[in-house]
């Protein structure tokens, strides 16, 4: 494998979907680690993104693709959450304000720029320097593209991550949610807490009455994703329990478990940083109350070194 990063030869180009009049989403196949979808709005005289993306090449082919629609710059880029595949793209958004939940700018510092640490196979990250949130919140603001309005609100509660922010757009019906929602990949909940998410996704995000749901990876869909995802993790937290009454570690639970429906999702190995949580949640590990509500208390090292063991000693395959 080279450490230079190119397509994977079966990934097509990203595509780019009007969700609605004026509102797009861009779609990067196959939507794999650090193959994220971001969006944007176009106003009047400046445009509005939801996310970058990880690479500068992918930032860079982004920002072109924009620019095909509207000649306006990139005013505003709301960050869902930390998460470098929507992140790390940030530095080349030029004077744009970035915005995201205050705990999102926490994590991407303490995170920091991109790097290869031989847990992913290598990518060519370019050139692409930190820029943190310059404009956060704590629970919610509204931006206005035009007379349009964006409400942008923290889900309250640690879910992919412990700052996941939704972007809804009332009369266009259309809702960006990051990574709340995955369509086709495994959802990933490493850095969040399972009952969390189930509780985000069946109390805030089903309420929502979206016509288009654009998820942080895969397809635009609607709220039938909702329940499959729901259905996955109810999953895990089933398989969790068993395996803490059978005293086993979540790496040995994910060798012996079947993952059935789920198996032909991709990066399939979350399974086991998916258990790490999960044990967590359910009181076998983390902080002194045993909860994970703070999306904190698991070892995320220990977790991804797991998942290749679990991958058969390989770095995790990655396209970005
Ligand atoms: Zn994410």
């Not at 629609?69 to 929507?86: E, K, R, W």
């Amino acid at each position: 494998m080279s450490a230079s990063s190119h397509d994977h030869p079966e990934l097509g180009p990203p595509e780019l979907i009007e969700v609605a009049d004026g509102v797009y989403a861009y779609v990067q196949p196959d939507g794999s680690w650090y193959i994220n979808n971001t969006g944007f709005v176009v106003g009047p005289s400046s445009v509005i993104s939801i996310d970058g993306c990880s690479t500068e090449r992918r930032t860079r082919a982004y920002l072109d693709r924009i620019a095909t629609v509207s000649p306006a710059p990139v005013s505003m880029l709301i960050n869902t959450h930390h998460h470098g595949d929507h992140t790390y793209g940030n530095s080349l958004f030029g004077t744009a304000t970035i915005i995201a939940q205050e705990k999102c700018r926490d994590e991407m510092i303490a995170f920091g720029p991109p790097g290869n640490t031989g847990i992913w196979e290598p990518v060519d990250w370019g050139n692409v320097t930190l820029a943190p949130p310059t404009l956060t919140f704590a629970d919610r603001v509204r931006l206005w593209s035009g007379d349009r309005p964006l409400e942008v609100s923290y889900v309250g509660q640690a879910a992919h991550t412990s700052n996941d922010s939704l972007v809804w757009l009332p009369e266009q019906e259309v809702l960006f949610c990051g990574d709340l929602l995955f369509n086709g990949g495994t959802p990933f909940l490493l850095m969040g807490s399972l009952r969390g998410a189930i509780d985000v996704l069946t109390n805030v995000v089903a309420p929502i009455p979206a016509r288009v749901i654009v998820p942080g990876h895969g397809a635009p869909c609607d709220h039938q994703l909702i329940g499959t995802v729901v259905g996955y993790l109810e999953f895990v937290l089933a398989i969790a329990q068993r395996g803490i009454d059978a005293g086993l570690s979540p790496l040995e639970t994910a060798r012996q478990t079947d993952l059935g429906e789920y198996d032909g999702w991709l990066d399939r190995e979350r399974i086991v940083g998916n258990l790490h949580r999960a044990y967590a949640d359910l009181g076998a590990a983390g902080g002194a109350d045993g909860s994970s509500a703070d999306g904190s208390s698991v070892d995320v090292i220990a977790a991804l070194t797991d998942m290749i063991a679990y991958n058969g000693g390989q770095p995790l395959s990655c396209y970005a």
